[in-house]
Each structure stands twice: as C-alpha cells, then as structure tokens.
C-alpha cells in the first residue's frame, strides 16, 4: 500500500450492528461508520462451522463493499459448535434453554470469521477459542434463558455478561467469544498499514 493512498483512507465501514464489535472498534480508537446488511445466517448442508463463519463474514462485506467503492469494510460471524454441531441464536426461550442444557458442563468451541475488504482486496480468517462451562442445574438454565440475554447472542449465552458466572475458563480469546478476534485484526491492520492510515500509529 502507498504512503498516498494510505494517507487519504476514509474511515473504515463495519458491516454490523452488533454492540460488542462497536465496542471494540471504539476500544482501538478507530473511527468508523457502521451499516448492516440484512444476510441469511443459515449454514449451507454440511457446512463446517469455520467455512460457514468465514462464508458469512465475507458476504457480509461484499454487501456493503459493492455500494462503497474506495472503501474498507470490516465485517464479522460468530457461532459456537458443539461435537461440530452449530448452535445460531435462540428463536424462544425454550430453544435457548436447549443450546444451554447441550453445552453445560463441558467444553465447546466459538469460531469468529472476520473479513476486511476493499473493492477486489480481501483479506479473511478465522479465530477458534474453546470454552468450557460448569454444571448448571435446570433452575439455573430456567432462569438465565427467562432474563433475555441469552436471545440474539451464538449459543444463547454472552460470556462479557450473565453468562460471566458460568464460564469455567476459556483456551483462546475472550475477543473471539464476544464475537470480533481483536488481537488478529489488529495485526492485520499494521501489516497493512491500516493502523498508521486510521490511528496515525508511528511505524
């Protein structure tokens, strides 16, 4: 990337409406523009959970990049899987006291696919961390699937809230959980030159 064109970037767009990828735009200080495509998150038959992350992270991007020419739009899918099983969001409380009883008191994965692109550049991965959660009553599934948090979040449970109480420990990042692997992208970024184009971070 030229020191010209890196110069002129505009802000970046992030393909999502999500709060907790807001916040860690807004946590590295970028600024942004946001704008959610309307995708269907459905996977395709037999689709692994990592190609299926990475398949919408991408589409997503595309959505938004074919109406933006000239500029960079971030975009993000998070699912978790158990026994390479995905687990989307919760249509009703009963389906999120479902997902719950399936990955209590074991462990589960959550892959986050992020996409940066621009116009015909793309540049795509994905991040897995394994996270295990404690035993949990039916009392405790009953009462945490009523409090709503569970509803438009992968798995049906939010490790940066409620949730919190549940979580044993997690191998990987707890970015990647909250839906946005933050140490990766960042590195993206100043490979790049992205970080010196929207933060004016000295080489």
Known sequence: MSEDITLNLQPPILASASPRRRHWMEALGIPYESWAPDVDESPLP??????????????????????NPGRWVIAADTTVAVDHHVLGKPVDVEDAARMLGLIQGRNHEVHTGLCLMRDAEIHSFVDTAEVFLRPLSPDQIAWYAASGEPMDKAGAYAAQGIAALFIDHIDGSFATVMGFPVERFGALLMELGLAQAWLGMPR
């Open 46 to 67: 037999d689709e692994d959970p990592e190609d299926m992350v990475r398949r919408l992270a991408c589409m997503k991007a595309k959505i938004v990049a074919a109406v």
